[in-house]
């Protein structure tokens, strides 16, 4: 979580020094690699006051806590707290990642919305699977949560857009994201054309633009230490256990309440729809 500590950590001051020189010669203004590495070693993740995570006390699905942390998160005054790393992989398994803003988390899963067209759309449609990393420094927490991800309709995409800002409308509506842009005029000339639809048409959808669902598999809680004695908390679903009928009766050799769970194993429980979650730590 923090720095080199085996390295004596320069202050700020001296990140910023001009010595060590680097071979293809730095900008005037641009860090050498001396005072960037300097810089990196200066300074610090998950320090100060951390709240405690008592594992043993989180509930025994993982939606009530993220929501719990997510508020959290908001009122500890983290900024942009609903934003996510959306990763997905390409058709080859290669990965990529960018940010994206959560627009929900209920039973069906967490949303996001974005243009079909664009790269990480793409890579759905060949992959539907991707994983959603949080991270909130000011509380030390990280989350995150992977498994399948379904394209919602048209119908519930185009309601999902309305229920956001004009302005959102406007970018949805311009539309062709991650395609190569000829020039900065282009793009000016694109806005303008979207401005003076969404305000003939306030209605109207954007064609690519979908609400997408990730169904969470995995969902695992970090708390940092300042000590590094970090906890973390996987919850992962147990397997077979999307139809309510089957609760209960999917796997004997799991208790069906935390009574009696292993420190390993931190029990299972039942979420709606009768999904059960395992619980367990993890080494930090
Ligand atoms: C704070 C923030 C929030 C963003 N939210 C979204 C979003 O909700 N949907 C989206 O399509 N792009 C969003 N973006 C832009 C994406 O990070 C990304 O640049 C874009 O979607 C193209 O990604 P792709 O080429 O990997 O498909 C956001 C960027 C930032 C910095």
Not at 50 to 78: I, K, S, T, V
Not at 100 to 110: K, N, R
Not at 254 to 262: E, M, Q
Request: aromatic content about 6%; overall charge negative.
């Amino acid at each position: 979580m923090s720095g080199d500590e085996t390295t004596p950590a320069p202050g700020p001051g001296t990140a910023g020094s001009r010595t060590g020189g680097s071979p293809g010669g730095a900008h005037r203004g641009d860090d050498d690699d001396h005072s960037f590495r300097a810089l990196l070693r200066s300074l610090r993740a998950g320090m100060g006051e951390l709240p405690p995570f008592d594992a043993e006390q989180a509930p025994p699905e993982p939606l009530p806590l993220f929501r719990r942390w997510l508020r959290e998160a908001a009122e500890a005054g983290a900024p942009e707290p609903h934003t996510m790393t959306l990763a997905t992989a390409d058709a080859a398994g290669r990965p990529s990642l960018r940010t994206v803003m959560l627009h929900d988390a209920d039973g069906s899963g967490w949303h996001f919305a974005t243009h079909r067209t664009s790269r990480k759309g793409r890579e759905l449609a060949e992959r539907p699977w991707a994983s959603l990393g949080f991270y909130w420094a000011v509380l030390g927490r990280q989350v995150r949560v992977s498994g399948p991800v379904t394209a919602a309709s048209p119908e519930e995409s185009a309601a999902d857009l309305r229920r956001r800002s004009p302005a959102a409308l406007v970018a949805a509506l311009v539309g062709r994201q991650s395609e190569v842009l000829d020039s900065r005029r282009e793009l000016a000339d694109a806005f303008r054309e979207a401005r003076a639809r969404a305000e003939r048409e306030p209605e109207t959808a954007a064609a690519t633009w979908t609400l997408y669902v990730l169904e969470p598999e995995e969902v695992e809680f970090y708390q940092g230490d300042p000590d590094r004695q970090h906890v973390r908390l996987r919850y992962r679903r147990h397997p077979g256990t999307t139809d309510p009928d089957v609760t209960g009766r999917t796997d004997d050799t799991v208790p069906p309440t935390r009574s009696g769970a292993s420190t390993r194993d931190h029990g299972t429980g039942d979420g709606p729809a009768g999904i059960r979650w395992h619980r367990e730590l993890l080494w930090p």
